[in-house]
């Protein structure tokens, strides 16, 4: 049973455009959502995360949007730059002792210069 | 670098082989998780130690495995008697723990090829 669903495998957009990526999930209890990064034979990179009790957060050119009731979140990177090129995961925790963490499949960006 | 180091990066072992893998966290995280990921997944949840302590396992461990952190400090990741299916990408993550946040900072990853 996935609880995290990216259903885009991948994603092209041209330089200076904005990237939105998309994930859904499925169990209400998460109470945190997190982006990585992955470049190929690297570790996932920490990029941006959000509360459940918020609906937006900021960073530079990343913005995370919640929407709880569609249990649905979305990674905008404007402007997209060549170098922002990678797998993005999407993830969730629902807290507690662990604080593991639930990740979607990911979502292959091509940023086209 | 201060940041999570694994060793090795790659291992290429026969069926049957014994390895081991280890993970040095960040200084001071006192929570650390073994994940792995295979072509076309997600890293999937392995085993988590807060300190010393092993505190949660996942379905996905079988009994071949076996994971350690001995002093709180860093961990060890062996597979007993190996088979082609355990081919993976093994990512080791460390956390702080002070703060309730799940936010996780991953190592670069051993990559294990079971021939």
């Known amino acids: 049973d996935q609880q995290v669903k990216q259903n885009s495998p991948s994603l092209s957009v041209q330089e200076g455009r904005i990237s939105i990526l998309n994930c859904d999930y499925t169990?209400?209890?998460?109470?945190?959502f997190l982006w990585y990064k992955k470049y190929p034979a690297e570790g996932p990179t920490f990029l941006i995360s959000?509360?459940?009790?918020?609906d937006k957060n900021e960073d530079g050119r990343f913005t995370v949007f919640l929407n709880k009731s569609a249990k649905h979140l979305s990674l905008h990177i404007v402007p997209s730059q060549p170098g922002d090129s990678a797998v993005y995961f999407c993830?969730?925790?629902?807290?507690?002792?662990?604080?593991?963490?639930?990740f979607g499949t990911g979502t292959l960006l091509a940023v086209q210069p | 670098d201060t940041g999570v180091s694994q060793n090795p990066r790659h291992k290429i072992t026969k069926r049957g082989q014994n390895v081991t893998f280890r993970c040095d966290p960040i200084?001071?995280?006192?929570?650390l998780y073994w994940y792995r990921q295979t072509l076309g997944q997600g890293p999937e949840f392995l085993t988590y130690f807060q300190n010393e302590a092993q505190l949660e396992k996942s379905r996905l461990l079988s009994d071949r495995f076996s994971a350690e952190r001995p002093k709180g400090s860093f961990s060890t990741l062996e597979i007993q008697r190996t088979e082609q299916g355990d081919s993976a990408m093994y990512l080791c993550?460390?956390?702080?723990?002070?703060?309730?946040?799940?936010?996780?900072?991953f190592g670069q990853g051993t990559r294990l090829t079971v021939v």
């Open positions: 993550a460390s956390n702080p723990g002070f703060v309730p946040r799940p936010e996780a900072f």
């Open positions: 959000i509360s459940s009790i918020k």
């Open positions: 169990n209400s209890m998460f109470d945190y």
């Open positions: 200084s001071e995280h006192n929570r």
């Open positions: 993830a969730a925790s629902w807290g507690g002792a662990t604080n593991k963490l639930i």
